[in-house]
């Protein structure tokens, strides 16, 4: 049985105040049936690292260098993460491959690392809204997934993350059939690569608009084992009802 996860990405968002919404879903999910993760700007993560200890919540950071150390300026390394109190981090995000055109290969040997670093990684995959419209969305899927993911990848260091581009931060969603599409082909990809044993523990989340009121549904769905929060995890009150939800759909 995968083990649910509700991921909050909070990406450039928060100073040290933004802490006490931390400390407001702790004091809310002091117990929990599904692993809860925040990942805050890296400025914050030694900070919430503390905050969070002896609680459910876990501390992940938004990327790291392909590199463990070396002449990168203003890069994070998968060691400084795991040193910070970090135990997982996103990689492949679509603001990353868009913004600093990131390649799968790249993701694949960032992935790389910080699996020798201890960290679980959670590598993003989505298409653009011209691609859907194309209909080659599960061959965009299914390239990032082959490229980005490492041979190394299992379940206990590796979640997978399907965010199609044009439902962040949107509003929009794909229907509930075409997030079942993505998610059950993406286990049969995985399945065929790694094996069943293995595929069957990778657990998959959907994200792209997840809130309080789409959340039920959206758990729903084959092969979701969670979601990828942006917006709605800045706010305790709005990532709560998402994590209940969740709990719920165990």
């Given at each position: 049985m995968r083990r649910k996860l509700a991921a909050g990405n909070w990406k450039m968002n928060g100073t040290s105040a933004a802490l006490s919404e931390l400390e407001t879903l702790i004091?809310?999910?002091?117990?929990?049936?599904?692993?809860?993760?925040?990942?805050?700007p890296a400025t914050l993560i030694a900070q919430a690292a503390k905050t969070a200890l002896k609680s459910p919540v876990q501390i992940g950071g938004q990327d790291c260098?392909?590199?463990?150390?070396?002449?990168?300026?203003?890069?994070?390394?998968?060691?400084?993460?795991?040193?910070?109190?970090?135990?997982?981090?996103?990689?492949?995000?679509?603001?990353?491959?868009?913004?600093?055109?990131?390649?799968?290969?790249?993701?694949?040997?960032?992935?790389?690392?910080?699996h020798q670093s201890g960290l679980i990684t959670l590598i993003c995959l989505g298409e653009s809204l011209a691609q859907r419209e194309a209909g080659s969305t599960l061959d965009i899927i299914a390239d990032q997934l082959a490229n980005s993911t490492p041979d190394g990848a299992t379940a206990t260091n590796t979640v997978i993350a399907y965010e199609p581009i044009w439902a962040i931060g949107t509003g929009l969603i794909?229907?509930?059939?075409?997030?079942?599409?993505?998610?059950?082909?993406?286990?049969?990809?995985?399945?065929?690569?790694?094996?069943?044993?293995?595929a069957s523990g990778i657990r998959l989340?959907?994200?792209?608009?997840?809130?309080?009121g789409n959340a039920d549904e959206i758990f729903a769905v084959s092969n979701v084992d969670g979601a990828l929060v942006g917006g709605a995890s800045l706010k305790e009150a709005d990532f709560s009802p998402i994590i209940n939800a969740l709990e719920h759909a165990v």
């Amino acid at each position: 049985m995968r083990r649910k996860l509700a991921a909050g990405n909070w990406k450039m968002n928060g100073t040290s105040a933004a802490l006490s919404e931390l400390e407001t879903l702790i004091n809310a999910h002091p117990t929990a049936d599904v692993d809860i993760l925040i990942c805050p700007p890296a400025t914050l993560i030694a900070q919430a690292a503390k905050t969070a200890l002896k609680s459910p919540v876990q501390i992940g950071g938004q990327d790291c260098h392909s590199a463990e150390s070396g002449a990168h300026t203003g890069d994070i390394s998968a060691p400084m993460l795991t040193d910070a109190g970090a135990s997982h981090v996103i990689l492949g995000h679509s603001e990353r491959r868009e913004n600093h055109n990131e390649s799968s290969m790249l993701i694949h040997d960032k992935a790389r690392t910080a699996h020798q670093s201890g960290l679980i990684t959670l590598i993003c995959l989505g298409e653009s809204l011209a691609q859907r419209e194309a209909g080659s969305t599960l061959d965009i899927i299914a390239d990032q997934l082959a490229n980005s993911t490492p041979d190394g990848a299992t379940a206990t260091n590796t979640v997978i993350a399907y965010e199609p581009i044009w439902a962040i931060g949107t509003g929009l969603i794909p229907t509930l059939d075409q997030i079942a599409e993505v998610h059950d082909f993406i286990r049969s990809k995985l399945e065929t690569r790694f094996g069943d044993q293995t595929a069957s523990g990778i657990r998959l989340l959907y994200g792209g608009s997840v809130k309080p009121g789409n959340a039920d549904e959206i758990f729903a769905v084959s092969n979701v084992d969670g979601a990828l929060v942006g917006g709605a995890s800045l706010k305790e009150a709005d990532f709560s009802p998402i994590i209940n939800a969740l709990e719920h759909a165990v």
